[in-house]
């Protein structure tokens, strides 16, 4: 079992930036992918980026360039740099991680409680 807790949500105007840390417990050393996902009312939750053990990282194409996913400490924890935030970036951001084979646009099977970003113009 996996544990994951997001932190660093806000309140940012647009243009700002936020970053968001997930810790990760328990069978961490099982983890082999992790990621950032995001939901709005009314929308199905999608992918923001992700982040394999061996290092390489996906985004969706409506944050590359302004997103950056990283891990520490053998997957202790994740972060998520958000600069030139955008007021479509708002919505609940959760932490995802899987201890076996994905679809980026699924994840894994263990997800963090979210952590609400809004992003006023």
């Known amino acids: 079992q996996v544990q994951l807790v997001e932190s660093g949500g806000g309140v940012v105007q647009a243009g700002g930036s936020l970053r968001l840390s997930c810790a990760a417990s328990?069978?961490?050393?099982?983890?082999?992918?992790m990621g950032w996902y995001r939901q709005t009312p009314g929308k199905q939750r999608e992918l923001v980026a992700g982040i394999t053990s061996g290092g390489s990282t996906v985004y969706a194409d409506s944050v590359k360039g302004r997103f950056t996913i990283s891990s520490l400490n053998a997957k202790n924890t994740m972060y998520l740099q958000m600069n030139s935030l955008k007021t479509e970036d708002t919505a609940v951001y959760y932490c995802?991680?899987?201890?076996?084979?994905?679809?980026?646009?699924?994840?894994?099977?263990?997800w963090g409680q979210g952590t609400q970003v809004t992003v006023s113009s």
């Open positions: 328990g069978s961490i050393f099982s983890i082999n992918y």
């Open positions: 995802n991680a899987a201890t076996a084979m994905i679809t980026w646009s699924k994840g894994g099977d263990y």
